[in-house]
């Protein structure tokens, strides 16, 4: 009829476009809850499973201000490395679908909770594979040191939760499609829904591993230095907030030894 609104996308990409379905891929939510996670669960937030012989990482922009080593020293920030706060630790018997490099069990995250104003790169992230077994037999680190408060951006930190982690399909964003596949779908689209709307995807927008990035921004995947496109290794959105940030995103190559790995996030 003359004047009819058009047509509503519709609710579901599998209906409109059922190839889509062949794009499903396991993921594994993490589901954090805050609480008080223990050194050997898995968390986001929590106090991680840290090697003695290890020294705890820290963050030597420039820009940073600090109140020292001396902790009766409250008042006067001097410029200097502060430390890097724990995002994320995750066991292999909790994500049983994470490929772990061969010989470890244990994944750790952790970041720079400050602004780096001076550098664009947001949280300055490093990634640790470890094995359990031989972190515990060698004791741990005593003390992980605390950032103090002032000297960061609560944006960036996480609240320590314990993870329930579930299985879930996943499904890449509309924006992530491989481009043969837009130009082979984007009539379908706009025969469809009376226009160029395009239907929710059926990607999940959460913490998590596996499974397709959860961008909120254009896809942007990394290639590692031998050219290879990384695989998604895990999410993090929605439970640190992040400022205007929609969430960052860690990627890994299997192919090349070592497994190499990067990271993007995307701001609004
Ligand atoms: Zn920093
Ligand atoms: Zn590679």
Not at 60 to 83: C, F, K, L
Request: aromatic residues 10%; negative net charge; glycine residues 8%.
């Amino acid at each position: 009829m003359p004047g009819d609104p058009p047509e509503l996308p519709a609710k579901d990409l599998l209906t409109l476009i059922p190839e889509y379905a062949g794009l499903a891929r396991q993921t594994t939510l993490l589901n954090p809850e805050p609480g008080d996670p223990g050194v050997r669960e898995s968390s986001l937030g929590g106090r991680p499973l840290w090697p003695a012989g290890e020294p705890w990482p820290y963050c030597a922009q420039e820009d940073h201000w600090t109140y020292g080593s001396d902790p009766r020293n409250t008042t006067e920030i001097v410029p200097g490395a502060v430390p890097m706060v724990p995002i994320l630790q995750l066991f292999a018997r909790d994500v049983p679908e994470l490929e772990f490099p061969e010989g470890k069990d244990l994944l750790q995250l952790v970041w720079c909770a400050l602004i780096h104003e001076r550098d664009p790169r947001l949280v300055m992230p490093r990634l640790y594979w470890r094995n359990e077994a031989d972190v515990v037999a060698g004791g741990l680190l005593p003390e992980i040191p605390g950032v103090s408060e002032g000297e960061y951006d609560e944006d960036n930190m996480p609240e320590p939760s314990t993870l329930s982690p579930t299985i879930a399909e996943d499904f890449p964003r509309w924006l992530d499609l491989p481009k043969d596949m837009w130009e082979t779908w984007e009539p379908r689209f706009r025969s469809r829904t009376g226009g160029l709307t395009v239907p929710p995807d059926s990607n999940v927008i959460a913490t998590k591993t596996g499974g397709w990035p959860a961008w909120t921004q254009p896809a942007d995947w990394p290639n590692c230095a031998s050219g290879h496109r990384m695989e998604h290794l895990l999410t993090i959105t929605g439970d640190i907030q992040l400022g205007d940030c929609g969430g960052v995103y860690f990627f890994h190559c299997h192919r090349c030894p070592g497994l190499p790995w990067d990271w993007r996030f995307d701001c609004h």
